[in-house]
């Protein structure tokens, strides 16, 4: 068995049941046992929304914009940082990070959560957004509703829109200049950030000034597992180059028969059209556009975000959807 390598936090005690809706749930995997950190927010036992972050090796916190609408609203939603990431444990074996443990992974999770067809709803947000819809293919039938936000059903399709849509509308000396940083594997440069975070960043990640971004964000990112996220994604910002550059599931939409609510954005890195369509070829879907939003509409489209969402969810709860 691995040695388990905690994250930045660290709790005592040997219960994995904590104070505050916490609870540290054991994870199976090839390379033995580690724990994933989740917490609970409200209780409804018919509206149970489990939160999966982007990255990979992204963290929950940018979450946190819910707080301020789903209680208020009776949606109880879950937190939950999956292994490698910063409230979980971290261990470096490099065998783990792969898209098919993960989804075992989360049916650990459920499992452990006591979420079933009558109450769980899954919402994945970018790389999240993968994790649910490869998740669904497999264990749908635990599902009651499914919420793919900001990703695309193909990574070839989003490097095809990067190269296609976004890359050319940007400054191409300025492009040019981050090309050159990354085919010399030097990323960690300060120019290339100083570069990317207005042609790219504030454009279509969150469109704010990056001095105004939320807490959350900046804790979100200060959290990143790179590692993770490295071997996965890649190193390049404009698109993917990892482990999951070759991952497509358009074939398999059709096979999604739980209700499907999938949201895009117009200045997302993601395309809207490809997200409307994705609604199309499911056979319970519907599409929510964020006119104002990028990549983190619950941010710079907010109430529109949140207002389909909580919508969504009230749909299906009611079987009007």
Do not use: C, H
């Given at each position: 068995m691995q040695t388990q390598t905690?994250?930045?936090?660290?709790?005592?005690g040997r219960d994995d049941t904590l104070s505050g809706g916490v609870k540290l749930i054991p994870i199976e995997t090839p390379k033995g046992t580690f724990r994933v950190w989740t917490k609970r927010i409200g209780n409804n036992p018919r509206q149970r929304l489990l939160l999966l972050h982007g990255g990979p090796g992204g963290t929950h916190e940018y979450f946190e914009a819910f707080d301020s609408f789903l209680p208020n609203a009776g949606v109880e939603y879950i937190y939950y940082d999956?292994?490698?990431?910063?409230?979980?444990?971290?261990?470096?074996?490099?065998?783990?990070?792969?898209?098919?443990?993960?989804?075992?992974?989360?049916?650990?999770?459920?499992?452990?959560?006591?979420?079933?067809?009558?109450?769980?709803?899954?919402?994945?947000h970018s790389w999240g957004g993968i994790l649910a819809l490869e998740y669904a293919l497999t264990y749908q039938q635990h599902l009651k509703g499914l919420i793919i936000s900001n990703m695309m059903a193909s990574c070839p399709a989003y490097n095809a829109y990067a190269h296609d849509v976004l890359m050319p509308?940007?400054?191409?000396?300025?492009?040019?200049?981050?090309?050159?940083?990354?085919?010399?594997?030097?990323?960690?440069?300060?120019?290339y950030m100083e570069l990317l975070m207005p042609m790219h960043y504030e454009q279509h990640v969150l469109r704010m000034p990056a001095d105004q971004w939320p807490d959350p964000v900046n804790r979100l990112l200060k959290h990143l597992n790179q590692t993770v996220y490295t071997l996965m994604q890649g190193p390049s910002e404009l698109g993917l180059s990892g482990r999951l550059?070759?991952?497509?599931?358009?074939?398999?939409?059709?096979?999604l028969a739980v209700p499907t609510l999938t949201i895009g954005a117009t200045y997302d890195t993601m395309d809207p059209k490809h997200m409307e369509w994705m609604a199309g070829r499911v056979q319970h879907g519907r599409f929510l556009l964020c006119p104002r939003g990028s990549h983190l509409a619950m941010y710079d489209d907010q109430?529109?975000?949140?207002?389909?969402?909580?919508?969504?969810?009230?749909?299906?709860?009611?079987?009007?959807?």
């Open positions: 905690r994250g930045y936090l660290d709790y005592s999956q292994l490698g990431s910063a409230y979980s444990d971290q261990p470096k074996d490099a065998d783990l990070w792969e898209l098919p443990r993960f989804v075992e992974e989360l049916e650990q999770v459920r499992q452990a959560l006591d979420l079933d067809r009558a109450n769980f709803y899954l919402l994945g509308a940007m400054d191409q000396a300025a492009l040019a200049e981050v090309k050159r940083l990354e085919a010399a594997k030097d990323a960690d440069n300060p120019r550059l070759e991952w497509d599931r358009t074939a398999d939409l059709p096979k109430a529109t975000y949140i207002e389909g969402l909580i919508g969504f969810i009230a749909d299906v709860d009611a079987g009007r959807f």
